[in-house]
Nanobody
Framework: VQLQASGGGLVQAGGSLRLSCAASGRTFNSAAAGWFRQAPGKEREFVAGISWSGATTSYADSVKGRFTISKDNAKNTVYLQMNSLKPEDTAVYYC??????????????????WGQGTQVTVSS
């Protein structure tokens, strides 16, 4: 099972980026998935999660109203649309998936598969 994250980059504050996470070896419609991020000197933190069906989503308070997680089962891909980006959103972003479990949770230890990370840098 491999997760490939892409879409990071450098953007000015107020700008937008869309991250993608493509899965091989499994399908995202069998278990929950999520996005996490880790800034330098900080612990990895939950950003957003989506259930196996895509019917339910959840977000960290810091990104609510600005970020949207979605999935396309036909493409076996999970997305994170990030709008109104702030300098404090700067981090390496990781996608993650559970081996089993239909619903998203906020604990990194509850996810079994991880992508390699993609850097997001927001300049002020």
């Amino acid at each position: 099972v491999q997760l490939q994250a892409s879409g990071g980059g450098l953007v000015q504050a107020g700008g937008s980026l869309r991250l993608s996470c493509a899965a091989s070896g499994r399908t995202f419609n069998s278990a929950a998935a999520g996005w996490f991020r880790q800034a330098p000197g900080k612990e990895r933190e939950f950003v957003a999660g989506i259930s196996w069906s895509g019917a339910t989503t959840s977000y960290a308070d810091s990104v609510k109203g600005r970020f949207t997680i979605s999935k396309d089962n036909a493409k076996n891909t999970v997305y994170l649309q990030m709008n109104s980006l702030k300098p404090e959103d700067t981090a390496v972003y990781y996608c993650a998936a559970k081996r089993s479990g239909f619903y998203q949770t906020e604990g990194a230890a509850e996810y079994d598969f991880w992508g390699q990370g993609t850097q997001v840098t927001v300049s002020s």
